[in-house]
């Protein structure tokens, strides 16, 4: 049977009275859409990877009330490489589809790209929160959807340098996938560490990465990486990458 599964934040737990509490959307589900009742078990995840069987208590005017049975494997393994994706902004849908699918493909963290040629351009910081609010959700719908028992971390936006400049103190495992100017993954992969167990990876926009911020990421230590002879969307090409690590490095097979 399909696991009923639904998030609640770590401080919704009390383990000392062996209780969770989920929130009022997560309770409209559970009584509206699933028609649960008292007593029907259900399973409730963190969003920092512990997953728990439970029961239903009683639905209560803001939420739910559970009773807590026991910690349980994750519906599904998060993989075991811990792979972050920038990925330029992009307009409308976009960017929401690049979250979806990339945190049901494993990918741990999303870190919005300001960049020359970026799509979207953020006006002002409520926005950008508003944006980013949006963001995390769909990535913890898709977290829940696909099994996962961690919710990838989505971030603010940051322009290119910053990202560069941050980017200086993570694994050596550093590709800048751009359409022009690099090797193919396989000639970079061969000149790399054997197994990676972290990788981070960076996605330009739809009109490329502007000539300055690839030689910045190369003077910086990344190697840059082309993916064939076709152009792809960005975001075509950020789904792509994902899958490509994840089969070469991670739990895609």
């Known amino acids: 049977m399909t696991r009923r599964r639904f998030y609640a ?16 959307d997560e309770a409209r589900h559970a009584r509206d859409v699933l028609r649960l009742r008292g007593g029907d078990e259900i399973y409730v995840f963190d969003g920092a990877g512990k997953e728990f069987r439970c029961a239903l208590r009683e639905f209560v005017d803001n939420g739910a009330a559970l009773d807590l049975k ?4 994750p519906a599904r393994p998060d993989s075991s490489l811990d792979l972050t994706l ?3 902004l992009l307009k409308g849908e976009k960017f929401d589809l690049v979250i979806q699918k ?5 990918v741990r963290r999303v870190v919005p790209i300001i960049s020359e040629r970026a799509e979207l351009r953020l006006a002002d910081n409520k926005v950008e929160q508003k944006r980013v609010s949006r963001w995390r959700r769909i990535a913890l719908e898709a977290a829940k959807q696909c099994g996962r028992a961690r919710v990838p971390e989505v971030a603010a936006p ?14 050596p495992v550093r590709l800048f996938f751009a359409e022009r100017d690099g090797k193919s993954l396989t000639e970079v992969i061969e000149t790399t560490i054997e197994h990676p167990r972290q990788i981070l990876t960076a ?15 190369r003077e910086a230590g990344w190697k840059i990486v082309t993916l064939g ?8 090409a950020a789904i792509a990458v994902v899958t490509l690590l994840q089969h070469r490095f991670g739990d895609l097979n």
Do not use: M, N, Q
């Open 203 to 217: 996605v330009g926009p739809e009109g490329g990465w502007a000539d300055s911020e690839i030689e910045h990421a």
């Open 158 to 171: 940051v322009s290119v340098d910053s990202f560069l400049a941050e980017a200086k103190t993570h694994p």
């Open 70 to 73: 026991e910690e349980v494997e």
């Open 229 to 236: 002879g076709r152009i792809l969307r960005a975001e075509t």
């Open 102 to 106: 990339t945190v049901e493909l494993g």
């Open 86 to 88: 920038a990925i330029a």
């Open 9 to 24: 934040p770590s401080i919704a737990f009390d383990f000392d009275e062996k209780t969770v509490i989920l929130s009022a």
